[in-house]
C-alpha cells in the first residue's frame, strides 16, 4: 500500500525540513518530526528567533542542540555539528543544503517570496500559507513540475484532505455532488440553556428547539430560520473561502453562490442540505465547493472542522445497507455524505513532506488551474487612503467581506485578488457593498506576489 511504500522509503532517507514560521502549525510540525521516521527538521525561520528557539525546545531538543545563526557560515557549520538553526533570516536559511521548504507565516507577501526563492535554490515547497497559494499557487504548481521539483498543498491542512477524499471519490466512480469543510468552530446548542455558543459568542435562542432538526420539513425553510435566529455569530469567514477556493482550482468544482450558502448543520443532515435543489437541497447544480456551520449539542461529536463530500447514491440497494450500518444517507436516499471529521495541522504534515522529497509526488492533483480568485466587498463605506489590514487570526480585513468569484487579470476594472489588496492603501473612497477592483488600490512598487500575478496571468492567459 502506499504508506507502507513511503514508510519503507522513509527508513532508507531521512528528509531534512525547513519550517519557515513558527506559530501553531510551526510548533506542530516541529514537535511531531521528532517521532517521525526519516523526518528531520533541520532549521526553522521565526521573526523572533526566541520563538523558533521555543518551538524546538517544546520538541525535546536541549538548548546546546540549538544554534542562532545570522550567517550562512554560521548555519552550515551548526548543521555540520548536527545542531538544528534558527534565524530571522528565511532567504540564507533558504540556501542551506535541505530538502524542503515547508511555508507557514500566513503572510502572504512573505510566503510569495519564500516559495519564489525556495524553487530557484532547486527546494521543494510545502505550502501551508494559503494566503499566497490563493493568488499566486497554480504559477508555482506549474513552475516547480517544469523544474522537476513538488510544489504541494499540505496534509493536515483542510484543502489538501479535501482534494484527497474528492479523488478518491472519482477513483470509486463516484459522482461528486459538493465537496466541503465544516467551519473552524461548532455552534453549540444547550437546550437547557436556550443558547448556542460559538468560541467566544453565544445568542440566545429561546425558540430554537423546533429548529433543531429537519425532521419531514424542505430544507431551504429550515436552514434559513437557523440562520437568522443566530445572526448574532458570524456564519462566513474570509479563510473558509480561501481553503475552498484551492480546492475549486485544484478539482474543477465551484461555488454555488459567490459567498457561499455556509449553513448551520447538523452531521446527519448533510446529505440532506448540500445537494442540488432537484433533489431537494439548496444547491443549484452539482460539482460545487460548500462549508458548513456544525450545528451540535454539548455532548456530541465535533466534525472538527473536517472535510467531506456528498454523493449520488446510484445503487440503492448497497446504500440502504449502509445506511442500516451508520453512514449519512439523505432521506430520499439519493446521496450521502462521506467524511474525515479530523484536520491535524502540523501532526500529520509528514505524509506530504515525505511524499514530495521521496515520491517527488504532491498531496493534490497535477492540473491546478486558476479558476477561482477569493475577492472582497465593502460591508461598510471606506475612503481613500483607508490602508486595508489583514489582521488577527484569520487575516481578515475590517470592513471587506469575501467572494469567491471567477479569476480574472488583476488590473482596472477587474476585482482584486483578496490578498493583493491586503496591507495596500485605497486610491479612492469606495461605498459600503461594492467589490473592489484594481483600480481602487494603489499597487506597490516593488511586490514579489504582485509580480508573479502577472506572470501566472500571461501564463494562463487569463482575462
Not at 525547513?18 to 532549521?43: D, K
Not at 439523505?330 to 446521496?335: I, V, Y
Request: net charge negative; aromatic share 4%; charged share 20%.
Amino acid at each position: 500500500m502506499y504508506l507502507e511504500s513511503l514508510h519503507r522509503l522513509a527508513r532508507q532517507r531521512t528528509v531534512r525540513a525547513l519550517v519557515i514560521g513558527a506559530g501553531e502549525y510551526g510548533f506542530s510540525f516541529i514537535a511531531q518530526s521528532r517521532r517521525t521516521p526519516g523526518l528531520t527538521v533541520s532549521a526553522a525561520h521565526a521573526r523572533r528567533v526566541e520563538r523558533g528557539v521555543a518551538a524546538f525546545k517544546h520538541a525535546g531538543l536541549p538548548d546546546e542542540a540549538v544554534a542562532v545563526c545570522e550567517t550562512r557560515g554560521q548555519a552550515e557549520a551548526a548543521l555540520g555539528a548536527g545542531r538544528v538553526v534558527v534565524s530571522s533570516d528565511a532567504l540564507m536559511l533558504i540556501q542551506l543544503p535541505l530538502d524542503i521548504v515547508v511555508e507557514s507565516t500566513g503572510a502572504p507577501e512573505a510566503a510569495a517570496i519564500h516559495a519564489d526563492a525556495a524553487l530557484g535554490h532547486g527546494k521543494h515547497v510545502a505550502m501551508v500559507s494559503k494566503e499566497a497559494d490563493s493568488v499566486v499557487g497554480a504559477l508555482f504548481q506549474r513552475r516547480a513540475r517544469a523544474a522537476g521539483l513538488v510544489y504541494t498543498p499540505v496534509d493536515g491542512d483542510q484543502p489538501s484532505l479535501l482534494m484527497q477524499l474528492t479523488m478518491w471519490a472519482r477513483l470509486l466512480g463516484l459522482e461528486v455532488l459538493c465537496a466541503g469543510k465544516a467551519s473552524e468552530y461548532d455552534f453549540v446548542f444547550d437546550p437547557a440553556a436556550g443558547r448556542v455558543t460559538s468560541l467566544d459568542r453565544s445568542v440566545d435562542v429561546p425558540g430554537f428547539a423546533p429548529l433543531w432538526d429537519l425532521g419531514g420539513r424542505p430544507v431551504r425553510g429550515v436552514v434559513r430560520a437557523r440562520a437568522e435566529a443566530l445572526a448574532a455569530i458570524p456564519q462566513h469567514t474570509v479563510p473558509d473561502l480561501v481553503e475552498m477556493g484551492l480546492v475549486a482550482n485544484a478539482m474543477g468544482l465551484a461555488p454555488d453562490v459567490p459567498a457561499f450558502h455556509a449553513p448551520v448543520v447538523r452531521t446527519p443532515e448533510i446529505a440532506d442540505v448540500l445537494v442540488p435543489a432537484e433533489l431537494g437541497g439548496l444547491l443549484g447544480g452539482r460539482g460545487r465547493v460548500e462549508v458548513v456551520n456544525l450545528l451540535r449539542r454539548p455532548d456530541e461529536a465535533s466534525l472538527a472542522g473536517g472535510v467531506f463530500v456528498v454523493v449520488r447514491c446510484e445503487d440503492r440497494r448497497s446504500w440502504e445497507v449502509l445506511r442500516a450500518k451508520g453512514h449519512v444517507v439523505s432521506r430520499s436516499g439519493d446521496a450521502a455524505m462521506v467524511y474525515r471529521p479530523s484536520h491535524l495541522l502540523g501532526v500529520e504534515s509528514a505524509t506530504t513532506v515525505l511524499a514530495a522529497v521521496l515520491e517527488g509526488r504532491s498531496s493534490g492533483p497535477e492540473d491546478v488551474r486558476p479558476r477561482f480568485d477569493v475577492v472582497g466587498r465593502t460591508t461598510k463605506t471606506l475612503h481613500a487612503g483607508a490602508v486595508l489590514t489583514a489582521a488577527g487570526h484569520h487575516h481578515e480585513i475590517e470592513g471587506v467581506e469575501g467572494l469567491l468569484l471567477p479569476a480574472r487579470r488583476a488590473e482596472g476594472a477587474n476585482p482584486l485578488p483578496f490578498y493583493l489588496m491586503a496591507d495596500n492603501p485605497l486610491a479612492r473612497d469606495v461605498p459600503a457593498g461594492s467589490v473592489i477592483t484594481a483600480e481602487m488600490v494603489r499597487q506597490p512598487e516593488d511586490s514579489t506576489l504582485w509580480r508573479l500575478r502577472r506572470e501566472m496571468e500571461e501564463a494562463f492567459g487569463l482575462d
